[in-house]
Structure formats: structure tokens, C-alpha cells
């Protein structure tokens, strides 16, 4: 009966929403009197990361076929472990890998599916989850009725809270048949040395307000001085003074970052919807009647070419004296 979670691992560790997904989990687990099962792929060292967030038991499957995303193979693989551990509520993040697996794995088990879910349950019986809506403008509660529940949590609705418990990990050997293979990636590109949007912490994102693609340089500094991935509004891309890939809003990425800094973007419905997310909102704009400073924690009414580069030298300063 154990609660089950997708531990995504990559790059030698697990992803802090892993963690998240950890505590999450061992938070239910205790409300339930029961515990908590990782399945992971061709992870190392797991019991010890995730035994520290209350994972109590990890079930690591090892095999050179699963070295790169395959989503009806994981997702197999994930379901027979629901089998094995009899679970009745299974976890995922809301990564775009987990997204994708998540609901093959509720058809698999004919559960009831929610993505997007927001909090810890509202109730466990009837069972009742918080999930964002209508692009994070609102908020719907959700009903699962089926035996099994499978939900995707979204980034910052929970936290990562430490738990030490002493994991016990075995290996696991889910059967797989080529039809689990019959979608595969032939190649894969990863853009090196910068911090992507969905993994960044940080974000300093940019809007119309800083004029043209030549006077990005000043963000792309302060944003290497926090060790943050650089984002834009659905214009600035649209203009091509930046990369699709950095465009958020409804249209574009979500970014759920500790902190975002929107600089020179006016904060349309359509901009907030992709960023509500977000922990801490930073606002720098000269209109001091933008619509952004109606959902920011910290607001700067002024020109953008002074403030930025005095903020940036301002970080570097603290940097340099707390180093
Ligand atoms: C169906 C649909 C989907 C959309 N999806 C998205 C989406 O996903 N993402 C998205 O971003 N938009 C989206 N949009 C567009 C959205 O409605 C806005 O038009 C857009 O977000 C505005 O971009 P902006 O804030 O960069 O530009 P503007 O609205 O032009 O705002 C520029 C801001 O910069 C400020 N500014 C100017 N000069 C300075 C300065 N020197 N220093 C500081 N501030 C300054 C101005 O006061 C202003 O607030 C969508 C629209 C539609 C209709």
C-alpha cells in the first residue's frame, strides 16, 4: 500500500522537484500510516539522496535499454511497481518527461489522473486535490473516485522538507517487450553552459521595454551574476531579439522559479499566466501603473538602463564580500 513517487534522475543526481515530490509523498504517507516507494532508473547512490526526504524504500531499475527517455517503457515499468507495491496513490512531477508518463500510467491502471495539482490533498476521503485552471488563473478542486490515483504535482505547491529514514533500495526488473520500444529518441541535443528555464532557480527575463536585442547584454549579466536562466516576453521572441525557447507566458514555457525578475515587461494576463508559479516576483518597469506591479512581491518604477547595471553591481559587491 505503499505511496509511490517517479524519482526522474539525470546527470548523477535527483532534480530538487524530486525532492519536493519526496516530501510531498512522506507528508500523505504519515497521514495515511503508510510509506513510501521511489521507482528510479539507472540511478546511483539513490537510497542515500532520497532516504534523506522519507523515501523508505527504492526500487532502482538498472538496464542499458532505459539509459535514455522512453516513455511506454518507463511508464511499464512504473506501473509494474504499482503492482508490486499494491500502491494506491503514485506521484509525479510536473516535468515535461513526467507529464508525458503520467497518463499512460493512469490508463495502465484505469486510476484517476489530476496534473497540475497545487497542494497537499484537500481531503484523503473523499479524495479531493487543489489544482491550477484556466492557466493558472484559477483554481478547481478535483475529485478522484477510482481505486488508484495518479497525480502530477506542480514545482513550489509543496516545498522540500528533510526526513531522514534509512532507504533500503533493491533492483528491479520490470518485464519490457519491444512494443515498449517502439517509440524511441534516435538523438538528443542539450544546450551546455546555461542555465535552462525549467531547471533555473533564478530567472531575469526581459520584455519590449528594453528597446532591441543589443541591449540584452546587461541582463544576460546580471543573470550570469546570479546564477540565473535568461527568459523574455511573447513579443521579444515574436521580433526574434530572442530565442522561442526563452518566451514564456500561456503561450510559451511556465516557469515556477524561486525568484523571477521581470524587467521592462508590462505583466499581461497572458505573461502572469506562465510565471504565477514563480515564488518571489521582482518587478522592474518605468510605468509605475503597469499591471505587473499588481502581482509582484518587490517593485522598481524606473528606467531599466540605470537600475539594472547599479543592481548588478550591487550583487557583485555582496558577492565579493561574502565569498
Ligand atoms: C492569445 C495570446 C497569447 C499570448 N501569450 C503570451 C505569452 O505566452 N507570453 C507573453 O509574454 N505574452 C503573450 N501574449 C502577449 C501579451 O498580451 C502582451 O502583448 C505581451 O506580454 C507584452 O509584452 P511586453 O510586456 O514585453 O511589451 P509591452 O506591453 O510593450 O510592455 C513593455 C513594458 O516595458 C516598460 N518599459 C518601457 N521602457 C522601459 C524602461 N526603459 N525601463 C523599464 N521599463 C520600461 C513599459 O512601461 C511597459 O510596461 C499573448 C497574447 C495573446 C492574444
Request: charged share 20%; with cysteine.
Amino acid at each position: 500500500m505503499s505511496i509511490l513517487i517517479y524519482a526522474e534522475y539525470a546527470e548523477g543526481k535527483f532534480k530538487k522537484t524530486t525532492l519536493e515530490l519526496a516530501s510531498y509523498a512522506k507528508k500523505i504517507a504519515g497521514e495515511t500510516g503508510t510509506t513510501v516507494t521511489a521507482l528510479t532508473i539507472n540511478a546511483n547512490d539513490a537510497a542515500t539522496q532520497l532516504g534523506k526526504y522519507g523515501v523508505d524504500k527504492v526500487l532502482n531499475v538498472k538496464s542499458d535499454k532505459l539509459t535514455a527517455f522512453n516513455a511506454k517503457a518507463y511508464a511499464d515499468a512504473i506501473k509494474q511497481a504499482a503492482e508490486k507495491e499494491s500502491s494506491k496513490i503514485i506521484l509525479f512531477n510536473s516535468t515535461t518527461d513526467s507529464l508525458y508518463i503520467a497518463p499512460l500510467v493512469a490508463v495502465a491502471l484505469e486510476a484517476g489522473y489530476a496534473s497540475n495539482v497545487v497542494a497537499q490533498p484537500v481531503s484523503l476521503s473523499p479524495f479531493q486535490v487543489k489544482r491550477n485552471a484556466f492557466s493558472n488563473k484559477a483554481f478547481n478542486i478535483t475529485e478522484i473516485t477510482t481505486d488508484v490515483k495518479v497525480l502530477a504535482i506542480g514545482k513550489n505547491s509543496y516545498g522540500v522538507f528533510e526526513n531522514a529514514v534509512s532507504a533500503t533500495e533493491e533492483e528491479f526488473s520490470p518485464s519490457l517487450n519491444d512494443a515498449d520500444f517502439s517509440v524511441k529518441v534516435e538523438s538528443s541535443e542539450k544546450v551546455s553552459g546555461k542555465v535552462t528555464i525549467a531547471d533555473a532557480e533564478i530567472v531575469v527575463s526581459g520584455g519590449r521595454g528594453l528597446k532591441g536585442p543589443e541591449n540584452w547584454g546587461m541582463l544576460e549579466e546580471l543573470a550570469s551574476v546570479l546564477g540565473a536562466a535568461t527568459a523574455c516576453s511573447k513579443p521579444v521572441s515574436d521580433l526574434g531579439w530572442r530565442p522561442h525557447s526563452e518566451h514564456v507566458g500561456q503561450t510559451g514555457k511556465p516557469v515556477a522559479a524561486n525568484l523571477y525578475i521581470a524587467i521592462g515587461i508590462s505583466g499581461a494576463i497572458q505573461h502572469i499566466a506562465g510565471i504565477n508559479s514563480s515564488k518571489v516576483k521582482v518587478v522592474i518597469n518605468s510605468d509605475a501603473d503597469a499591471p505587473f506591479f499588481k502581482v509582484a512581491d518587490y517593485g522598481v518604477v524606473g528606467d531599466a538602463f540605470e537600475i539594472v547595471p547599479k543592481l548588478t553591481e550591487k550583487i557583485k559587491a555582496f558577492k565579493a564580500q561574502n565569498s
